[in-house]
């Protein structure tokens, strides 16, 4: 079965830094676009970042400089390393799979499947 | 970054009713757009990938439209099980960016 484990979330001081693990079953992180996406309490999703498997990676303004994105094959297991936290990062973490279909001007893009995701609270 | 602008953010309909929820992008993204389902405490599942290709498995009840700015995700006779909140994504670029939601109630 395909499936995406996140952990990690937790209560965090402002400042402070955390560490998100999404571990893959059913398929190889190593061969897939992988990316983070959260959604703060009784909001809208926002996008965060992707990694390409050329290891390229894209952030969101909201987080660029501060969440970094990585993966280690070797666990099947996608990280995104959270630094210089605030309030307003509180929110449920998911990690999703990007999947391509070719179509005739380009390329049709879906995240497919979603983990269950983790909350994060950043507080004092 | 371009901005999806998703109506009605919240509607009531009954069962066997035909419903309709749009998305509007700030710029073309050609049918780079894909509508999402979300229960409560549940993660988004995919619907409908390329503005109008059924993701395997969702059932035929559903389905999207559209293509440039303006985008239809229909729900030709609506059940029980698909009271939820429905997004939008634009793929056609990073950021990806979400439709603000419709929560979809049965009355």
């Known amino acids: 079965e395909v499936q995406l484990v996140e952990t990690g979330g937790g209560l965090i001081q402002p400042g402070g830094s955390l560490r998100l693990s999404c571990a893959a079953s059913g398929f190889s992180v190593s061969t897939n676009y992988m990316n983070w996406v959260r959604q703060a309490p009784g909001k809208g999703l926002e996008w965060l970042s992707v990694t390409y498997t050329s290891g390229d990676t894209y952030f969101a303004d909201s987080v660029k400089g501060r969440f970094t994105i990585s993966r280690d094959n070797s666990k099947n297991t996608l990280y995104l390393q959270m630094n210089s936290l605030r309030a307003e990062d509180t929110a449920v973490y998911y990690c999703?799979?990007?999947?391509?279909?070719?179509?005739?001007?380009?390329?049709?893009?879906?995240?497919?499947?979603w983990g269950h995701g983790t909350l994060v609270t950043v507080s004092s | 970054a371009i901005q999806m602008t998703q109506s009605p953010s919240s509607l009531s309909a009954s069962l066997g009713d035909r419903v309709t929820i749009t998305c509007r992008a700030s710029q073309g993204i050609r049918n780079d757009l894909g509508w999402y389902q979300q229960k409560p405490g549940k993660a988004p599942k995919l619907l409908i990938y390329g503005a109008s290709s059924l993701q395997s498995g969702v059932p035929s009840r559903f389905s999207g439209s559209g293509s440039g700015t303006d985008f239809t995700l229909t729900i030709s006779s609506l059940q029980p099980e698909d009271s939820a909140t429905y997004f939008c994504?634009?793929?056609?670029?990073?950021?990806?960016?979400f439709g603000q939601g419709t929560k979809l109630e049965i009355k």
């Open positions: 999703a799979r990007e999947l391509s279909v070719k179509y005739n001007n380009g390329w049709y893009n879906w995240l497919d499947p």
């Open positions: 994504l634009q793929d056609y670029n990073y950021p990806y960016t």
